[in-house]
């Protein structure tokens, strides 16, 4: 197969998606645009007006398509030091509440009208847990010492369990993982080059928009919270490891095509354009990303924990699910290690 047809390949199967690839693109903007107007000062609106504005063209948006919304409260999960909510409400709206208010009142609408787009699964035992645990929180409110200082954490408890069910009514399998992971993995790439450009800007002496100087902190807090958000971003990329290994096994699923072509008649490109290959070589390149961020994080703690779970990560492709050391997998574990030193490497 030619080169040319080789992309043509591409490009199909690119169009058969190409309503989430728009959304994620989308996605990346919204991303880009809320960090870049919260440093110049755009961000949170300042008048009142224009935030009401803002909200109603959200509920029109969700109201039309509540999934869409879903979707972009995962993509907006990382920006947590960006306030949507002018000042003089007296509250912080991050994007990512926003969004999942505006999911939550879609869902209660379409349900009014016996339209939900998702049907919720069966409460189980640790639902009913979560659910318990909000509503004791207002219970312990009424004995409490400050009782408005308690009203308001339980009120806040009480959002991030909406947000917990929220998630349970559209995250329920392995497919819908994969539906939202690229909206949440696109946006992290937007928040880690972020924390890098800080990084930059501080090491010439310019405005870095950094809480401490010389440890970015990206769209966090603090760069400590940064840290330990690439702690996360690490132990989900091994897991897209194990993934990419079951799905393209090693005697099948290897290639896309037989793409082979000669250059002057003489050497031929090796078949390393297939999937197996380019979601490896992606896989890999996150990751030095990850590492180069967690390394000028400064952040000690997510160190101690990107080396637990690398060396986690290690032992369950060494062990491979059997206790038997005559069965253990070296080689694989060995080519793992010398990929994550590689990636440490680089950084």
Do not use: H
């Amino acid at each position: 197969m030619s080169i040319i047809s080789y992309f043509e390949e591409i490009v199909k199967y690119a169009q058969g998606r190409s309503l989430k690839i728009y959304l994620v693109l989308v996605n990346l903007l919204l991303t880009i645009f809320a960090i870049w107007f919260a440093n110049v000062g755009l961000l949170p609106f300042a008048k009142v007006s224009d935030f009401a504005v803002f909200v109603i063209l959200g509920l029109l948006f969700a109201a039309y398509r509540p999934g869409w919304a879903f979707l972009f409260f995962v993509g907006t999960i990382a920006l947590e030091n960006i306030n949507l909510a002018p000042e003089s409400l007296g509250v912080a709206l991050r994007p990512y509440q926003f969004f999942a208010a505006l999911t939550v009142g879609a869902l209660l609408v379409r349900a009014f009208q016996k339209k939900s787009p998702v049907k919720f699964p069966k409460m189980g035992w640790a639902d009913w847990a979560v659910l318990a645990f909000a509503l004791s929180g207002f219970l312990s409110a009424l004995f409490a010492v400050g009782k408005g200082i308690a009203f308001k954490q339980s009120i806040v408890a009480l959002s991030f369990v909406a947000i917990y069910f929220l998630s349970r009514a559209f995250i329920q399998n392995l497919s819908d993982i994969k539906r939202v992971l690229p909206f949440f993995l696109s946006s992290s790439i937007v928040v880690l080059i972020y924390g890098i450009w800080q990084n930059v800007r501080f090491a010439k002496g310019l405005e870095s928009f950094e809480v401490m100087p010389g440890r970015p902190n990206a769209t966090f807090a603090e760069a400590d919270w940064l840290g330990m958000f690439v702690t996360f971003l690490i132990t989900i990329l091994f897991s897209i490891v194990f993934y990419l290994r079951d799905k393209y096994p090693k005697k099948e699923g290897w290639k896309i095509s037989n793409f082979k072509f000669l250059i002057s008649n003489k050497f031929q490109i090796p078949e390393f354009l297939n999937a197996k290959n380019l979601s490896f070589l992606a896989v890999f390149c996150f990751n030095v990303l990850l590492f180069i961020v967690l390394m000028i994080t400064v952040a000690r703690s997510a160190w101690l924990g990107a080396a637990v779970v690398s060396i986690g990560f290690l032992k369950i492709i060494l062990i491979d699910g059997s206790w038997k050391i005559g069965e253990w997998k070296w080689k694989k574990a060995g080519y793992a290690a010398l990929g994550l030193l590689a990636s440490v490497m680089i950084a």
